[in-house]
């Protein structure tokens, strides 16, 4: 299924107050062709720009301190379609489903991919049919907001990928509120930087 408009319009609103410690709500747009800006953008010209990669990218130079270390990816709806009801997919399909490579493990590779072209690090967002957005990004990237938060740590799911870096999903609301008023410059600076290159050099 395609990614919905609204579902797109929706995170750019609730990721810019997010972002801007709730001063604005439209400082983060959506890419309308997504990485298919990026890809045009090489064939013609043997290079792309940063921000072409990722479903959503600045709008505001409020923002930029977070696009500048983060790709973001959107998806939403994909669920398998049995009669005249919808099956949906699960992070569990990894375990107990007969697919060679479940939903969750290829949206977070298609996140990966645009984010290592652009030289940034993954974020995916994602909803499925009939449920609430939920945001998952490296474990060690939510850790050093889980040192921070100053309320009960929220729900999340750890899991590991192709034996690669673990990954940690969260409702993306509840996300949004446990980390409220962290967001800045110097939190990406000295919390987040620090952590990918301990990941990255060890």
């Known amino acids: 299924m395609a990614k919905g408009k609204s579902f797109e319009r929706d995170t750019s609103r609730e990721l810019s107050s997010w972002l801007t410690n709730g001063k604005d709500d439209d400082a983060v747009w959506y890419t309308k062709s997504s990485g298919g800006r990026a890809t045009r953008r090489k064939k013609l010209y043997n290079e792309s720009r940063k921000y072409d990669h990722g479903d959503l990218g600045p709008d505001d130079s409020t923002t930029e301190y977070f696009f500048d270390r983060f790709s973001i990816e959107l998806k939403t709806g994909y669920a398998s379609k049995r009669k005249k009801s919808y099956q949906l997919w699960s992070i569990l399909d990894a375990l107990d489903s007969n697919q060679s490579t479940p939903w969750f493990y290829q949206f977070w590779t298609e996140a990966k991919i645009d984010a290592d072209a652009s030289k940034r690090e993954p974020m995916l967002i994602f909803r499925r049919l009939r449920r609430l957005p939920c945001i998952a990004m490296h474990e060690d990237i939510f850790n050093q907001f889980k040192k921070c938060a100053l309320d009960a740590p929220i729900d999340h799911i750890t899991v590991n990928i192709n034996n690669?870096?673990?990954?940690?999903?969260?409702?993306?609301?509840?996300?949004?509120?446990?980390?409220?008023?962290?967001?800045?410059?110097?939190?990406?600076?000295?919390?987040?930087?620090?952590?990918?290159?301990?990941?990255?050099?060890?």
Request: proline share 3%.
């Open 164 to 202: 690669e870096h673990p990954v940690t999903v969260a409702n993306m609301r509840h996300f949004f509120y446990w980390t409220k008023g962290m967001m800045n410059q110097i939190f990406i600076s000295f919390r987040i930087n620090r952590a990918i290159m301990h990941r990255r050099h060890g």
